[in-house]
């Protein structure tokens, strides 16, 4: 079984910073892309940040420049530094990795931490 749990979350003002952390445990052969994604009540899941196992990086508009993703593939964890929040970063956040256990790749999710930025 693969299991991804993530941590970090919490209640911060506007302004501040959090940092989340998701690590991959489990049996697999290896971790293509890792990434987060979140989702606010009422809307649609989105994606925020992914980083592929070379170090491709990909980030929302509205987190440029204020969220940094970063993966240690040695630990298989994914980290989001997440600076500058905004009430607005609500949401709950969850981790997703693409995992290749033998002969396929297959997509796994953490359970979510929640984030709240309030005003």
């Known amino acids: 079984q693969v299991q991804l749990v993530e941590s970090g979350g919490g209640l911060v003002q506007a302004g501040g910073s959090l940092r989340l952390s998701c690590a991959a445990s489990g049996s697999f052969r290896s971790i293509n892309s890792m990434g987060w994604h979140r989702q606010a009540p009422g809307k649609q899941r989105e994606l925020v940040a992914a980083?592929?196992?070379?170090?491709?990086?990909n980030y929302a508009d509205s987190v440029k420049g204020r969220f940094t993703i970063s993966r240690d593939n040695a630990k298989n964890t994914v980290y989001l530094q997440m600076n500058s929040l905004k009430p607005e970063d609500t949401a709950v956040y969850y981790c997703?990795?693409?995992?290749?256990?033998?002969?396929?790749?297959?997509?796994?999710w953490g359970q979510g931490t929640q984030v709240t930025v309030s005003s």
């Open positions: 997703g990795a693409d995992i290749r256990r033998a002969l396929s790749s297959h997509e796994y």
């Open positions: 980083i592929t196992s070379g170090g491709i990086i």
